[in-house]
């Protein structure tokens, strides 16, 4: 990755998620709140400034927002972001932003065609692309299974991103799928919604 500010700001970025992290599984939902806040912050500022095709950085801002309870206007700023860039189409990670900005902004159609992006590249991608698929059909029980299967994977890793043991995709996911009634209820230390 280039040197620079943008690098910077995306450390900085993980840091605060990682402070977020931790308040979030110490139940200070407060603190949770404000370092996600904050993330988001840096995030945005690491996307203004990161070379093309940077979509992680949108990633983070995304799943920061909705684990800090801002998930509607970070799902249409990311949506905003990404219109009439050529080279999302093609991106399984900008797909898999668009795929949940997309369904918390409650357009299910535009789903299934970005989770067919993101499967092919495998892992992690393919189990999410397969919970996303099934909360835009409002299918509870393919959710909870790929859910389940989600935060098993984090729960095997032996590192995270921020160096916090969370499983942050699979919260996320709840978190969207507590908005349409198909919260999969996870039991894991490592899933804990705000």
Not at 26 to 43: F, I, N, S
Not at 62 to 71: H, M, N, S
Not at 148 to 168: K, M, P, S, W
């Amino acid at each position: 990755m280039q040197e620079g500010e943008h690098r910077d700001l995306m450390m900085a970025a993980i840091a605060a998620e990682g402070e977020a992290h931790a308040a979030l599984l110490a139940g200070d939902a407060h603190a949770a709140a404000a370092a996600y806040a904050l993330a988001v912050e840096r995030y945005r500022g690491s996307w203004a400034l990161a070379p093309p095709k940077s979509y992680g950085r949108l990633v983070g801002l995304l799943k920061a927002a909705v684990l800090g309870g801002t998930a509607r206007p970070a799902a249409e700023e990311v949506r905003a972001a990404l219109a009439g860039d050529p080279d999302a189409a093609g991106s399984p990670v900008a797909s898999y932003v668009l795929a949940v900005a997309a369904l918390i902004v409650g357009d299910d159609n535009a789903v299934a065609p970005l989770a067919d992006v993101m499967e092919p590249r495998g892992g992690a991608f393919e189990r999410t692309a397969t919970a996303l698929r099934a909360l835009a059909a409002r299918d509870g029980e393919a959710y909870a299974a790929a859910a389940a299967a989600i935060a098993d994977d984090f729960a095997g890793r032996d590192e995270h991103l921020t160096g916090v043991a969370i499983a942050d995709t699979a919260i996320m996911l709840e978190i969207v799928a507590r908005e349409r009634g198909l919260a999969a209820g996870l039991e894991s230390p490592l899933v804990v919604l705000p």
